[in-house]
């Protein structure tokens, strides 16, 4: 019975993915009218069935084997303090790391049941937390550098059509990359404790993050539809392909890693092309602020519920 | 395949097409114009009404085609802007043959020379904008083909200050001949200021996803 309280946890998990990382990925090309929005939905499911199937071993690896010794009583609070904070962000409209919120729960929940927790590997996943977004700055910097010499040289017309397909493939990449990174942070203590197989494992984790796409994606992506007519389409795939790649990289290395992150330093990084001045500093900062913020609750109220439930 | 993915959907081979036509027809238009001034041609003067006829249902085609899913959202505005601006430039020519028919084709012959030159410049201009509008499509440098539309305009203004000169010491028959001259002369010199600002559009458009 106390099996379901995790597993609970985990599908809540992938339902809120479903819901709100369909709009990262194929949030551009639905408002650009590239691909409408049921075959986004269904390739955004392929894609992430294919990325836990092939890739997501490593990171699985990573949160639920070398990070802590996973158990059912830390994996119950952790994956329930996430569970919950991340329905409250959803709920109260504040950007929240799944992958930050779910490291930061193992480890607070890990520490207070006196379970042997590897720091050295946490302090990697916080670093390359660090890393990861001034990978994407430059990368995605690089890339609007190389359009700029390249595709930028061609006719008007041409360069619309190359677009379409570039924006549709840096949406399947990052789909790719949800299902390899994202969704295998969130299946790997599941996995690594025992409670499930690694393949039902991902397949059931890919069908509720595809059931959180179809059911509850639309509006999000309807909203992001409708904005994307004011963004450069140019700047923006620069952005989302520098971070795409950039997670992609991570992912080979095993490490959980936030592509909302990746995306904030893509932006930043084309914005820095364009001089210093269009980057909002403010926002910065209050990213940063935030970066720190949900690790560190996350940790405190694991640590804090183990601690009285033990 | 390739080609359909890289080098254009159906939906916009069949927009480009249609705006193409469109200023095809608005060269055609100050054509016929600039014989009826000409040649005093009554029928020539005909054509001006039917072929703007023409091109505002195309330019209903195009924008309803842009709404349907023509293109990145980033270009549609502009692209549609530009169609307007250009059926404007119809709309100035057809109220300048209005008038040109109202006056029954006979201007004095101090301002006639200045207006048939002028017309001569506007049917230049359309050309010009067709061949800068050809340049989406390759590698052509279409600041060059906007810089000549500038200078046609530019001509057409000097012209105008002229015109005007003489008309103001031109005697006319009655108010309303006077406001008629004078509402042709504002209609001919406004269809110049339209194409130039079509071009400016075309530029916009062109460096919009650059």
Redesign the interface.
């Known amino acids: 019975m106390t099996e379901l309280i995790p597993l609970a946890a985990c599908v809540l998990i992938a339902f809120g993915i479903g819901s709100n990382d369909t709009s990262n990925a194929l949030g551009i090309c639905i408002?650009?009218?590239v691909i409408r929005l049921q075959r986004a939905i269904l390739l955004f499911g392929c894609f992430v069935v294919l990325g836990i199937l092939l890739q997501g071993q490593k990171v699985m690896q990573t949160v639920g084997k070398n990070l802590v010794d996973v158990n059912l009583p830390i994996m119950s609070i952790a994956l329930s303090v996430s569970a919950i904070l991340i329905i409250l962000s959803n709920w109260k409209k504040l950007p929240l790391s799944t992958h930050q919120v779910i490291i930061g729960s193992l480890a607070g929940a890990g520490v207070a049941a006196g379970v042997a927790v590897s720091f050295l590997n946490l302090l990697k996943i916080v670093l390359s937390w660090l890393i990861s977004p001034l990978v994407a700055f430059f990368t995605a910097l690089f890339l609007y550098r190389a359009m700029?010499k390249t595709i930028?040289k061609l006719?008007?017309?041409?360069?619309?059509?190359?677009?379409?397909?570039l924006l549709l493939l840096s949406g399947i990449l990052i789909s790719y990359n949800t299902g390899a990174n994202e969704l295998a942070t969130i299946v790997g203590p599941a996995i690594h404790s025992g409670l499930m197989e690694r393949t039902p494992a991902s397949l059931i984790g890919s069908l509720f993050v595809f059931l959180g796409a179809v059911l509850l994606s639309r509006r999000v992506i309807e909203t992001i539809g409708k904005g994307?007519?004011t963004?450069?389409?140019?700047s923006g795939f620069a952005a989302q392909f520098g971070a795409g790649i950039c997670v992609l990289f991570f992912t080979f290395l095993g490490m959980p890693i936030s592509t909302t992150y990746c995306i904030i330093g893509g932006i930043s990084g084309v914005g820095m092309s364009k001089g210093m001045k269009t980057v909002k500093m403010d926002l910065i900062r209050k990213i940063i602020a935030n970066w720190f913020l949900a690790p560190t609750l996350a940790f405190l109220l694991s640590y804090l519920i183990m601690k009285i439930i033990a | 395949m390739l080609e359909k993915v890289f080098f254009g959907g159906k939906k916009e081979q069949q927009v480009t097409e249609k705006i193409r036509r469109h200023i095809e027809i608005l060269h055609t238009a100050a054509e016929c114009f600039k014989k009826a001034l000409e040649e005093r041609d009554k029928e020539q003067l005909y054509c001006v009404p039917d072929l703007e006829r023409e091109a505002d249902s195309i330019r209903r085609e195009i924008v309803s085609a842009i709404y349907e899913g023509a293109f990145l959202p980033y270009l549609r505005s502009n692209i549609c802007r530009f169609v307007e601006i250009v059926e404007e430039a119809f709309d100035r020519l057809e109220d300048a043959a209005s008038v040109l028919e109202n006056v029954g084709l006979s201007l004095d012959k101090e301002i006639e020379e200045d207006c048939i030159t002028i017309a001569d410049k506007n049917l230049k201009m359309s050309e010009m904008l067709l061949i800068a509008f050809d340049t989406l499509f390759g590698k052509d440098d279409l600041r060059e083909k906007t810089l000549a539309i500038r200078i046609y305009e530019k001509q057409v203004d000097e012209i105008k200050v002229d015109l005007i000169k003489k008309m103001s010491e031109t005697e006319v028959k009655n108010f309303w001949h006077g406001k008629m001259l004078s509402d042709f002369v504002s209609f001919l010199t406004r269809i110049s200021d339209v194409i130039e600002d079509a071009s400016d559009y075309l530029h916009i458009i062109n460096i919009s996803l650059r």
């Open positions: 408002g650009c009218g700029e930028s006719s008007l017309f041409r360069i619309e059509r190359i677009l379409r397909v994307i007519t963004l450069d389409p140019f």
